[in-house]
Nanobody, 119 residues
């Protein structure tokens, strides 16, 4: 099993920045992708950004140019630097780790951290 613990959420004003962190522990060998998803009230969970173990990144169009995902493989930690925050970025942000288990992809999730952007 993999445990994911997020930190760094909070309440900020429009245009400000936040940095989220997510540390993985447990059976972390073989984690391929790590990423961030978010879910706003009444909406489906959506991918924000992910990063492969080799450093290849992928971003949702809505955050390109504002958010940066990074990863420290030695610490099994993934970060999300969020700049120029907008009210529509308000959501619960979930950390995700993906790996292969017994030949099939397995997803692990953190408990979520609230990000609120106020105007």
């Amino acid at each position: 099993q993999v445990q994911l613990v997020e930190s760094g959420g909070g309440l900020v004003l429009v245009g400000q920045s936040l940095k989220l962190s997510c540390a993985a522990s447990g059976s972390t060998f073989g984690i391929n992708y790590m990423g961030w998803y978010r879910q706003a009230p009444g909406k489906q969970r959506e991918l924000v950004a992910d990063i492969s173990s080799g450093g290849r990144t992928n971003y949702a169009d809505s955050v390109k140019g504002r958010f940066t995902i990074s990863r420290d493989n030695a610490k099994n930690t993934v970060y999300l630097q969020m700049n120029s925050l907008k009210p529509e970025d308000t959501a619960v942000y979930f950390c995700n780790a993906r790996m292969m288990r017994f030949g099939a992809p397995a997803d692990y999730w953190g408990q979520g951290t609230q990000v609120t952007v106020s105007s």
